[in-house]
């Protein structure tokens, strides 16, 4: 799958997260990121905890799983819990 239409996708609550897809989340690119900035609003708190829970966990798995530019991102979201799962992720920063 295109990461765009991915990120795209994110939006879609939905529509099950798989932990191949989430992988592609690793490591993004500037211009990436700019992308899932541009859909970020457009997903539900819910579905935003989700996403962030199910990355720190791939994280924890996976060492080679690189999502701190996600996390540091949605340090500035205006839900407080997502700001918190951010947090959590960032933990060994």
Do not use: H
């Not at 819910?46 to 829970?53: A, V």
């Not at 199910?54 to 979201?77: G, H, P, V």
């Amino acid at each position: 799958m295109i990461l765009e239409q991915y990120l795209n996708s994110l939006a879609d609550s939905g529509r099950p997260l798989r932990n191949t897809d989430l992988m592609s989340l690793s490591g993004m690119s500037r211009e990436q990121l700019d992308i899932l900035r541009d859909v970020w609003s457009d997903i539900e708190v819910e579905s935003k905890e989700d996403i962030l829970m199910r990355l720190i966990e791939l994280s924890e798995d996976n060492l080679d799983a690189d999502f701190n530019d996600i996390f540091r991102f949605c340090l500035s979201d205006e839900n407080s819990r997502v700001k918190a799962k951010a947090m959590e992720g960032l933990w060994e920063c």
